[in-house]
């Protein structure tokens, strides 16, 4: 079993920084995938960002390429999603997921390859 807690979400201008943060426990992050989705409501939950068990594989989704990264610090069992040049389109609900994985540098792009998930954190970019 895992536990996964976001913080860090809150209320930004365009063009702003935030940074979310998901501690786990029960399993070390490194003996997981690790992925950043985020839903509106009415929408589906959206993939926006993965990193493989080995954390040799990062993903991103192509609306968030080259302005998110995300990392992880294994010794805070903590994964990272810095979010830079913030768009209110990047307004949502954000969740950290964990995915179990036979391979070590596979990163799953939709929510049936994760099998635990955080509670949520808001992200809201005013115009």
């Known amino acids: 079993q895992v536990q996964l807690v976001e913080s860090g979400g809150g209320l930004v201008q365009a063009g702003g920084s935030l940074r979310l943060s998901c501690v786990a426990s029960?399993?070390?992050?490194?003996?997981?995938?690790m992925g950043w989705f985020r839903q509106d409501p009415g929408k589906e939950r959206e993939f926006v960002a993965g990193?493989?068990?080995?954390?040799?594989?990062?993903i991103y989704a192509d609306s968030v390429k080259g302005r998110f990264i995300i990392s992880r610090d294994n010794a805070k069992n903590t994964v990272y999603l810095q979010m830079n040049s913030l768009k209110p389109e990047d307004t949502a609900v954000y969740y950290c997921?964990?995915?179990?994985?036979?391979?070590?540098?596979?990163?799953?792009?939709?929510?049936?390859?994760?099998?635990?998930w955080g509670q949520g954190t808001q992200v809201t970019v005013s115009s």
């Open positions: 997921a964990a995915g179990q994985t036979w391979r070590q540098v596979a990163v799953p792009r939709t929510p049936v390859g994760y099998d635990y």
């Open positions: 990193i493989s068990r080995n954390g040799g594989n990062t």
């Open positions: 029960g399993r070390t992050v490194s003996s997981v995938a």
